[in-house]
């Protein structure tokens, strides 16, 4: 399920202790971000947001167009989804 934790901060290191298998954050990204994180990504429209889901490690997991396609995706493969700061 999506945790917005407003009052924890996690850092990239605290992401990756936490585990891979365990939680993934997600973040909302410009067309610019995503060709950088997900480089055999195509038919992107210009100029807007999509957001991506990451495992802790930091590793791209997938991309989509709407934040609660993102927040479902983590919750069926049994990932706790947080936005980090």
Known sequence: MFHDHK???YSVEELARLGSNVVAYMREMTTDEIIKAFPDTTNLEENRSYWALFGADGAPLMLASERADIAFSAFHNDL?????N
């Not at 706790?80 to 980090?84: E, H």
């Open 7 to 9: 009052s924890e901060n």
């Open 80 to 84: 706790k989804a947080v936005l980090p």
